[in-house]
């Protein structure tokens, strides 16, 4: 079983709509953080959170909201689609004072 | 302005042969750089990385370089096989910052490995 596990793995939505991207980790980590991938630009940091009661902003926050659950979730809401939030989503750990992120499989989103 | 640059969109090698990934930065701030890889359907997994104070960085076939006057690292794989066909993303860190929040990813390379 994968270490951190993304769900759904692919999913099609239509704009205007609210969306949910669900992440959890077996890893024991603290740190969580949530990335989206575009062609031509790599991974970009949407929000990143160091333990239940921390969240925080990353490079590309606007339209995105999160939840940190539990230790093991973190998950990314989309609260209305639109279609320039069709990407590849990848949620990640890291161990507390490393820089080596883990990731997990990463959801296709499709906003149509 | 992308910080992080990997201007080699794709990269064909023949098998048993070298391949080198290249990777420039501009942020002198960046002081430790790390090497993903991604096969499709799959997240990235670490390969290797190094540190500012070093120049070169061996962990079985994989090399990585650092030249910090050019600002330029480069990923060594020798020999290349088939199974390294993957993704290949460059990403740096600013000064030790001891977390992922701050990691700038370049926008990879596209490894095929030709048997």
């Known amino acids: 079983d994968a270490d951190v596990t993304q769900t759904p793995r692919n999913r099609i939505t239509k704009t205007g709509k609210r969306i949910m991207l669900e992440c959890s980790q077996t890893k024991g980590h603290d740190r969580m953080y949530w990335y989206r991938q575009d062609p031509g630009l790599g991974l970009r940091l949407i929000y990143y959170s160091f333990d239940v009661k921390d969240i925080n902003k990353g490079e590309i926050s606007d339209g995105y909201s999160v939840s940190r659950q539990a230790q093991a979730k973190f998950s990314l809401s989309l609260e209305s689609a639109i279609p320039n939030q069709t990407a590849l989503y990848f949620c990640?750990?890291?161990?507390?004072?490393?820089?080596?992120?883990?990731f997990g499989q990463g959801t296709r989103l499709t906003v149509v | 302005d992308q910080q992080v640059k990997q201007n080699s969109p794709s990269l064909s090698v023949q098998e048993g042969r070298i391949s080198i990934l290249n990777c420039d930065y501009t942020n002198s701030m960046f002081d430790y750089f790390l090497w993903y890889k991604k096969y499709p359907a799959e997240g990235p997994t670490f390969l290797i990385s190094i540190s500012s104070i070093k120049d070169k960085n061996e962990d079985g076939r994989f090399t990585v370089f650092l030249n910090k006057s050019a600002k330029h690292l480069s990923l060594h794989i020798v020999p290349s096989q088939p199974g390294d066909s993957a993704v290949y993303f460059c990403a740096a860190d600013p000064l030790s910052s001891g977390s992922a929040r701050q990691l700038t990813f370049g926008s990879g390379t596209q490894l095929t490995v030709l048997p």
């Open positions: 990640a750990t890291s161990d507390q004072g490393s820089t080596e992120a883990f």
